[in-house]
């Protein structure tokens, strides 16, 4: 896709969408670093479940340790891979307060040191929580960027590296988000719903799959 065209679909994102953001449901850092860990390979919907009643009782490191494995496993049991997330939370909460004050670290090394962060949910973090210009390449962003021609790659880092060089500065703060969406509910896996998409008139995938 050329600089013209990339421009043109970041620009009818933001105005259809000027302020996206996650559709996980939190309320501070530690909440939003939680629900992100809980969310891999999970659905966000799965986990503003859990975490509808997960929060109230317990949104503080101090919290969740004091609910022990078995006791946050009891809350978070409808998602996928909770035995290990729940280890994963635990030992997380055990670093924040023994290594940051109980606070979420706002720089990448600190937080891919955490159990259960990789690079995604660090971006993540870094982007929603912390506003910084970063690009989290999950599934859906790794197959649109690809698809679309916008950065491709065999690997997320190689799509992350793509898109930075990409998209233009002024669009990159949330383009994570906007990608996410469009590949969530327009720019599907299977069957994309390309006759109500916004940029369809320029998409080469398009042209090349309805002829
Ligand atoms: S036209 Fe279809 S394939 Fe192209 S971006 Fe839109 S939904 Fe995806």
């Not at 949910?121 to 390449?137: C, D, M, R, S, Y």
Request: glycine share 6%; net charge positive.
């Amino acid at each position: 896709m050329d600089k013209a065209k990339i421009y043109e679909l970041f620009f009818r994102f933001q105005q259809a969408n000027p302020n996206p953001t996650t559709e996980l449901n939190y309320r501070t850092p530690f909440e939003l670093l939680i629900a992100v860990i809980l969310s891999a390979q999970t659905t966000d919907k799965g986990v503003n479940k859990a975490t509808a009643r997960l929060f109230p009782v317990a949104n503080t490191p101090m919290a969740i340790i004091k609910l022990g494995e078995e006791g946050l496993k009891e809350y978070i049991k409808t998602i996928n891979l909770f035995n290990n997330k729940a280890k994963n939370i635990l030992q997380t909460c055990r670093l924040l307060l023994e290594q940051h004050g109980g606070e979420i670290p706002n720089h990448r090394a600190a937080l891919e040191s955490l159990p259960g962060v990789g690079r995604k949910t660090a971006n993540v973090i870094l982007n929603t929580v912390f506003k910084e210009p970063i690009i989290a390449v999950d599934t859906h962003i790794f197959r649109v960027s690809n698809r679309l021609g916008l950065a491709s790659g065999k690997t997320p880092w190689q799509v992350e590296e793509g898109l930075n060089q990409a998209i233009p500065d002024k669009f990159k703060y949330h383009a994570h988000h906007w990608i996410l969406l469009h590949g969530r509910y327009t720019c599907t896996a299977r069957n994309p719903r390309c006759q109500e998409c916004l940029i369809h008139d320029f998409c080469d995938y398009y042209r090349e799959h309805s002829k």
